[in-house]
């Protein structure tokens, strides 16, 4: 089993630190763990950023007190240390990017030979929209224009030729709002683009484990038959930002799949 998408951030850049989500793994069966961290951790990836904080108080106060905490030499070193030693489960390296349309070369030109083993991109803003970050922020939000604006989002993403997976495919589901139309149509979309460039889709159990009673688990059960349908691998993650959530019902998201 693989839990494809664990969070670091919390604790200190040491072989101690990993070592807890290491016992972890080991404890709930998994085979693979992939550890990653949020890009905007970074000191490089800070740019990225200044158009959504321009436009967005909310974005703009959240950030400066998260990002920027680390320069990406420090990771790459850990990440080495990590590699440098044996351990009972496979352990792989990577980042999770958030995705902004006009910043692909950006991306390119900080994740290209680095020597990370995945990119996970993700949608975790449309427009200047921080949509899963509190229940609040959707008080007067136009839900159809937003998912049309994510939806449309994720393709551009699934296309731009930079990432290896997409992250948390459907969360914008995470807490309880619906678009009044079928998602048929972007689901085919999506899932024809990450096929088409080799992508994989991160079946994630995050959203339930953050909202249980508004987010269900893993992908919807229509979109996820779509992507098996246009072949696109699908991988288990727990979307942990500790030791205690890796492994965080992986068992049932295989079930899902299968």
Known sequence: MVDGHIHIERGPYTLEWIEKFVNRAVDTGLDEIRLLEHC???QEFVPMYDDICARSDFVNKWFHTRAGVHKMEEYLRLMEQVRSQRFPVKILFGLEVCYFKGQE????????????????GSVHFVDNFAFDHTAELWDGINVDKIYRSYFEDS???AKSGVFDGIGHPDTIKLFGHKASFPLTDYYERLAQALSE???YADQNS???????????LGIDGEFLRILKKHQVPLVTSSDAHCPEDVGYKIKELEDCVK
């Open 40 to 42: 905007y951790r970074f």
């Open 155 to 157: 393709v551009s993403l």
């Open 105 to 120: 070369e950006f991306v390119k030109k900080q994740t290209g030979d680095i020597g990370l083993d995945f990119l996970l």
């Open 206 to 216: 995050g959203a339930a484990r953050r909202c249980p009673e508004t987010a269900p």
């Open 197 to 199: 460039s080799g992508m």
